[in-house]
């Protein structure tokens, strides 16, 4: 009230002028939208699925809730997924990976080569990622090197100096000099790694390997977590639970989880044959509704699902007892407790907060 009244001062009795803005304000209703970019688990490919990522778009009513469009990770057919929601690959603001496995980062080097190609002169994209990390073996997972070398291949066969020849308007370098790194070390607690207007978006350190992270996105509309691969930091049992205590510490009162997901139909105990160390840095479906409960989720995306639904296979393991349905995942996750909104992940399923 106060401030209201100081502005009928300022502007001198144009009440109405007053009036207006508010108006406005209230007609441009923040809202955000969150679309599974592509939800296959793991290399293997099935039926054309895309290869895991979550697009995070944010704004209000007059742009369609698509003022800032922020991609995390970015598997096999990111470029193609985002084009058929209308989102060109210029207008993404920032890539954020959760960890350096080929599911989550392929998509990225024909995405930045799009860029390059024809928005060479535009503004840098954020690439937010983990410090490198070491691994106990030695071997060091870096988003850094990711970033500098995405265009290699291309420019080792000459293409780009070919292309360079034909158009020198395109950034020399290839599409690394259109990217702009932002490296964090990922920590027990979330941390504030990027942020725009009223968007903030923290990370927290989360098990699966080196470097893995997790990412928490807050606006005025809502928030959603996206956990990623992330499992339990005892890598088996005996444990409370495969979910990360890390993601859950972050995923405290937020409105959407979007998870990686393993079915415990894969588990060592059912013969699949799956290897188990991979099946225990998953989260399962039913540990995932137990902690979305727990934590008060509204939604819970499952995505990056392992087996695919309708599979007969993850690449070569056989599923026991046959393909799994939407209704096997589901019947997961409420066997966890969780009674809210279960999402079982297809390619560009879309959620929109606040729920109309
Ligand atoms: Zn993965």
Not at 263 to 271: A, E, L, N, S
């Amino acid at each position: 009230m106060k401030k209201v009244a100081m502005m009928k001062m300022a502007v001198g009795g144009t009440v109405s002028c007053a009036a207006f803005m508010f108006a406005q304000a209230a007609f441009a209703a923040p809202c955000m939208k969150i679309t599974l970019t592509g939800t296959q688990g793991g290399p293997p490919v099935f039926k054309g699925q895309a290869g895991a990522g979550t697009l995070v778009q944010y704004g209000d009513d007059s742009n369609k809730c698509g003022a800032v469009k922020l991609q995390f990770d970015a598997g096999r057919g990111t470029t193609q997924r985002i084009s058929q929601v209308g989102v060109p690959v210029a207008k993404l603001n920032a890539v954020f990976l959760t960890h350096m496995h080929s599911d989550h980062t392929e998509g990225l080097t024909e995405l930045m080569q799009l860029r390059w190609h024809f928005f060479s002169k535009g503004p840098k994209i954020d690439f937010v990622v983990s410090e490198d990390a070491k691994s106990p073996k030695g071997h060091v997972l870096s988003g850094r090197n990711f970033a500098k070398h995405i265009g290699d291949a291309l420019i080792q066969s000459g293409e780009m100096a070919q292309r360079l020849a034909e158009n020198s308007k395109r950034a020399p370098g290839g599409p690394a000099d259109l990217i702009n790194v932002i490296a964090f070390a990922p920590a027990a607690d979330p941390s504030v790694v990027w942020s725009s207007g009223d968007i903030k978006v923290s990370a927290i350190t989360s098990r699966h390997i080196p470097g893995h992270a997790s990412y928490r996105v807050d606006t005025p509309a809502g928030s959603v977590v996206i956990g990623g691969d992330a499992g339990n930091d005892k890598a088996k049992p005996p444990r409370s639970s495969s979910t990360s205590e890390q993601v859950e510490k972050l995923a405290n009162g937020v409105d959407v989880i979007v998870h990686s997901t393993i079915h415990p139909v894969m588990g060592p105990d059912k013969d699949s044959g799956f290897p188990p160390p991979i099946y225990f840095r998953q989260s399962t479906a039913t540990d995932l509704g137990a902690m979305a409960k727990r934590v008060g989720a509204k939604h819970l995306m499952l995505t990056h699902l392992i087996p695919p639904m309708g599979a007969a296979k993850q690449g070569p393991y056989p599923i026991p007892g046959g393909a799994l349905s939407e209704d096997s995942y589901k019947q997961s996750v409420t066997a966890g407790g969780f009674s809210g909104n279960a999402i079982v992940g297809t390619d560009l399923v879309t959620l929109q907060l606040p729920v109309k």
